[in-house]
């Protein structure tokens, strides 16, 4: 599957986007067209059929039999994939239609950044036989997912980061944890070869050297007031280095959301 870059472009333009600190512009013209620019991207063809270790404290194996899993109250998706339903304050993300992994295969190493209750995680792992999840606020309800599904899935309670704390938020609901660099996270897993992320805004802390061995990138790509301004240096890295598209209206479509980006290594 190849995402290809768009260049065919007459009119140049700009892109404002206005936050506290002021406005970042980002200027696009005819020719081939840079990622940094952002650049509107293609759409997608439909939505594509979706998808232990225990080296450190808080790394767990959650892919134990339905039968430790307490009887709940669950919803089942289309593509059948079971999801607890307890009352909360905060969003638990089911569907991940914005998502593209049909080329994903069964020995691909996927790290899902910002797995919320697992939504693209447990549909990997009908693919991949290696998924690990990094999920900073909901890791309860995630943890309980994975075994209602019975999918070999490891939880890494933690954010992508700087490797400090962080107070981490998602709507109402606000945890301390410890952060981590990509490539530490690459070591955990055992590797990446997948990466899918989402992480309101920690995408920019990646090392782009850190993107090295990853065929295959699904991104959501936030702007602000979401997120600080983007890092120009992980940008031209992919730029270099990736065939991609940027598909410039997510699902969730919230203010500071850029889009989607859809990459492969070329």
């Not at 892109?15 to 081939?32: D, E, K, R």
């Not at 945890?175 to 990509?182: D, E, M, N, S």
């Not at 120009?232 to 989607?260: C, Q």
């Amino acid at each position: 599957m190849k995402y290809q870059r768009k260049d065919e472009f007459v009119h140049a333009r700009l892109i404002l986007y206005s936050s506290t600190a002021g406005f970042f512009i980002f200027p696009q013209g005819a020719g081939v067209m840079r990622i940094r620019q952002f650049f509107p991207g293609w759409k997608k063809p439909g939505i594509l059929d979706p998808g232990s270790r225990d080296p450190v404290p808080f790394l767990s194996a959650a892919a134990n039999s339905a039968g430790n899993c307490p009887e709940q109250s669950f919803r089942v998706s289309e593509d059948g994939m079971r999801f607890l339903a307890p009352p909360s304050s905060f969003r638990q993300i089911t569907e991940v239609p914005e998502y593209c992994f049909a080329d994903l295969a069964s020995d691909d190493l996927v790290i899902d950044i910002g797995a919320n209750v697992g939504a693209f995680c447990l549909r990997a792992a009908r693919r991949s036989r290696q998924v690990t999840t990094v999920e900073p606020v909901t890791a309860d309800i995630l943890r309980e997912n994975i075994r209602l599904n019975k999918s070999p899935v490891t939880v890494i309670e933690g954010a992508l980061g700087d490797g400090s704390p962080q107070e981490i938020c998602w709507d109402s609901r606000s945890v301390r944890v410890g952060t981590f660099p990509l490539h530490t996270l690459i070591s955990l897993a055992g590797g990446c070869s997948f990466l899918k992320c989402d992480c309101e805004g920690a995408e920019w802390l990646i090392d782009p050297e850190d993107l090295a061995g990853i065929r295959r990138i699904e991104m959501e790509l936030h702007l602000p007031p979401i997120s600080g301004p983007p890092d120009m240096a992980l940008l031209d890295y992919l730029d270099r280095h990736y065939e991609y598209s940027i598909e410039r209206k997510p699902v969730h479509d919230a203010r500071g959301v850029l889009g989607i980006l859809h990459a492969e290594r070329s």
